[in-house]
């Protein structure tokens, strides 16, 4: 079965601090992965993608990695902001463009 | 350029009583999905459509789930009856292949007591 894998659940932090997130996936046969942001209340806003072929992506202070081999991508949010605070969900699709989605990480950036 | 559309934003019924969601994707995006997600947890998909046609179903409980996408641009999904194991939001994205971006909406929030 493919799945996908988030971890942590929940994450609070002070503003500044540079933080990661990670996501597993059983099925290494990717054809691609997303990362999304979602606002309490909100629809999904897509931060990046990156394509099977790639290693990274990067957008102002997020970078993400996909490790295929291992199942595994990070993203990365340097010196974190409160207006960061949302859920992040990672999905990954195969060869059609129906995404599986994790369960998310919760963030939380305090003043 | 306006984003993807729902209505309405929450909804809540009774148990046994049909509903229905309607969405309206962005302008040109030939393909519209429709998710739930249940609280806590990631989205998950109910149906595909290309232009009018649905071409992944496999997740739509179709005892009690119907959708439809008239002309290829809006569509509705509509549950009769509702239980409350349905209670979730219900989230409609499009996307316009090649593109695999997807984009969605803002939801439906759904309580069935």
């Known amino acids: 079965k493919q799945e996908v894998t988030q971890i942590p659940a929940a994450l609070s932090v002070p503003e500044g601090e540079n933080l990661v997130l990670n996501c597993s996936f059983t099925?290494?046969?990717?054809?691609?992965l997303q990362w999304f942001r979602q606002d309490p209340g909100k629809g999904l806003t897509s931060l990046l993608l990156?394509?099977?072929?790639?290693r990274e992506q990067t957008s102002g202070r997020l970078n993400a990695s996909l490790d295929k081999s291992s199942g595994r991508s990070t993203l990365y949010i340097a010196a974190s902001q409160p207006g960061d605070s949302a859920t992040y969900l990672c999905?990954?699709?195969?060869?059609?463009?129906?995404?599986?989605f994790g369960t998310g990480t919760r963030l939380q950036v305090f003043p | 350029e306006a984003g993807v559309v729902q209505s309405p934003r929450y909804k809540i019924i009774e148990k046994k009583q049909p509903v229905a969601f309607w969405c309206n994707p962005i302008?040109?995006?030939?393909?519209l999905y429709w998710y739930r997600q249940n609280l806590g947890q990631g989205p998950e998909l109910l149906i595909r459509?290309?232009?009018?046609?649905?071409?992944?179903d496999s997740q739509l409980p179709k005892d009690r789930f119907s959708a439809e996408r008239l002309k290829g641009v809006d569509s509705t999904l509509k549950i009769q009856p509702a239980e409350l194991g349905d209670s979730a939001v219900y989230l409609c994205?499009?996307?316009?292949?090649?593109?695999?971006?997807?984009?969605f909406g803002p939801g439906t929030r759904l309580t069935v007591l």
């Open positions: 999905a990954v699709s195969y060869n059609t463009d129906k995404l599986i």
């Open positions: 990156i394509q099977s072929s790639q």
């Open positions: 994205a499009s996307s316009l292949p090649p593109g695999p971006e997807q984009f």
């Open positions: 302008s040109g995006h030939n393909t």
């Open positions: 099925d290494s046969a990717i054809y691609n």
């Open positions: 459509y290309e232009n009018e046609e649905a071409v992944d």
